[in-house]
């Protein structure tokens, strides 16, 4: 969870390459467990990938941001490279130890039979959810994440077996890039609900690199992406999603989504249904998006979008994802340079980021989304990191900056653009699990 944050492509940890040698179709993600250890693999990358770097050359910096706004842009570059190349999909780590992540179920009116809503907190770059493992419950959060389908735990504290616990005998690895688990494979059960409780196949890590300020991934991708994560089966996992459905504890296959933006604050203000959709959460009908048949896009939750500025098209009809685990609106090299040049005074820093004064705001062009069967829309406010985020991000409150950042890569490549969190935070989102289908309403719930 794939996370969730990350623009331009950057070089392979060494980490990854080693892993890679054995786990050739490893899910690969980006999380840090500090800032300092971001930027230490973030040169690394831009060493080692001139092919990546050379399409930032022409930018320059003149300021420095904060070394959170590095973080979460390298993060989301890097993730994007992961999945541009032959691998499987990444998720990133939320921010510090010091946040109160607090989570909790809920049931709400829902359009479909026995649906589950999961309440997720938002960490500003990422929702986790609070998943109970074994018949003692014990409490893990997870980072949500669409763009990978692997479930493991443990990167903080292990897990409490109990008579529930069953080890298979499969070992499992997955390398995030800077990040990695590896371990054990167990059958445990796994509860969204006092209600709805089902035995799923869990990573156990009894070694993880990245992860400190969480416990885990709780992958909600499609399960192909499983494919290579273990050392005897062939087979893919499946997902919690899977799991859910065969045991009839759903009556879909799919999970929907709503996630609401903030100003600064980490709040529960995430929804994760399971099995359905919650029609509480969003306006009118529910449009479908088929997925895309373009390679890779299509391995993920992949779609073909049209996507214009003040109504000139700046990217027609391309290949990306939709990814809960990536923060950022992440766009071609072409489409962003089109982008940048429409906001007046703005400069893109070498850490990624378009950098304008407060004076520019009202010049941002309209964003427009056309998925074929559904049009969205961001305003200028919609698409600028809010004033009482910039501490957070370390940014200076003199300037303004926008949540629109490059890929790092050109147009035609297959996976042309990734459409994260700032967006998602707008529209509500269903993900069928089955078809590959993804769900898109107008939000019914207002955030900052």
């Not at 990167?155 to 690895?173: A, E, I, N, Y």
């Amino acid at each position: 969870m794939s996370i969730t944050v990350y623009p331009v492509a950057f070089c392979l940890h060494a980490l990854f390459l080693i892993l890679s040698l054995t786990f050739q179709n490893n899910v690969l993600g980006l999380p840090f467990s500090s800032v300092d250890q971001l930027i230490s693999v973030n040169v690394q990358l831009l060493d080692r990938t001139p092919w990546l770097t050379s399409s930032m050359n022409s930018y320059h910096s003149v300021h420095q941001i904060g070394h959170i706004a590095q973080q979460i842009y390298a993060r989301d570059c890097k993730r994007a490279a992961h999945l541009i190349l032959p691998t499987r999909a990444s998720v990133q780590s939320p921010s510090t130890e010091s946040m109160k992540l607090k989570m909790s179920v809920e049931m709400h009116n829902l359009e479909d039979t026995h649906p589950t809503t999961v309440v997720a907190t938002n960490t500003i770059v990422s929702y986790l959810a609070d998943i109970k493992v074994g018949v003692n419950g014990q409490s893990f959060k997870l980072i949500i994440d669409t763009g990978s389908s692997n479930t493991w735990i443990g990167s903080r504290k292990p897990l409490q077996r109990t008579s529930s616990t069953v080890l298979t005998g499969t070992k499992f690895s997955i390398s995030y890039g800077s990040g990695s688990a590896w371990g054990d494979e167990v059958l445990d059960n796994i509860s969204l609900s006092p209600s709805t409780t089902v035995k799923q196949s869990i990573g156990i890590a009894s070694k993880s690199y990245g992860f400190s300020d969480v416990d885990g991934i709780l992958g909600v991708g499609p399960s192909k992406l499983t494919l290579g994560t273990q050392s005897v089966s062939k087979q893919e996992v499946p997902t919690i999603i899977d799991t859910l459905f065969r045991a009839k504890k759903i009556s879909r296959p799919i999970l929907g989504v709503s996630f609401v933006p903030t100003r600064g604050d980490v709040t529960q203000n995430g929804r994760l249904t399971f099995g359905g959709v919650d029609n509480s959460l969003f306006l009118g009908q529910m449009a479908w998006i088929p997925r895309t048949s373009t390679k890779p896009s299509s391995s993920y939750y992949g779609v073909n979008l049209t996507i214009t500025a003040a109504g000139s098209p700046i990217m027609v009809n391309k290949a990306g994802i939709m990814d809960t685990g990536t923060t950022l609106i992440l766009l071609p090299n072409e489409a962003f340079d089109r982008y940048v040049a429409k906001i007046p005074n703005a400069t893109v820093l070498d850490d990624g980021l378009v950098m304008f004064p407060e004076s520019s705001i009202h010049h941002i062009p309209q964003l427009g989304f056309d998925f074929g069967v559904f049009h969205a829309t961001l305003s200028a406010e919609q698409q600028v990191l809010p004033m009482e985020e910039a501490h957070y991000f370390g940014a200076s409150t003199s300037k303004r900056f926008s949540y629109v950042a490059a890929l790092g890569t050109p147009a035609g490549e297959g996976l042309d653009f990734i459409i994260g969190q700032k967006f998602l935070e707008h529209y509500y989102t269903a993900y069928n699990s089955k078809t590959g289908a993804v769900g898109i309403a107008p939000s019914a719930v207002k955030g900052r």
